[in-house]
């Protein structure tokens, strides 16, 4: 559904200030089936992964968690 994990809140002009995790504390994969988060310790410098429901997975499909 393209939601997002993150839960800050606006900043203003349609932008978005997400919360951030580590892969560490990444919320549970199963609860957060197509939903994506941003992480800081991404391997390689990736920074956004998106869940497939079991697992949470960079943009190149590589695990991430």
Known sequence: N???VWHGGNSGAGTILP????IAT???ASANN????VVT???GGKWEVRSNG???KY???STAA
């Open 59 to 61: 943009a190149d499909g």
């Open 2 to 4: 393209g939601n997002a």
């Open 41 to 43: 310790d991404g391997a």
């Open 34 to 37: 197509g939903k994506r988060a």
């Open 26 to 28: 990444l919320p549970g």
């Open 54 to 56: 079991t697992n949470w």
């Open 19 to 22: 919360t951030t995790y580590t």
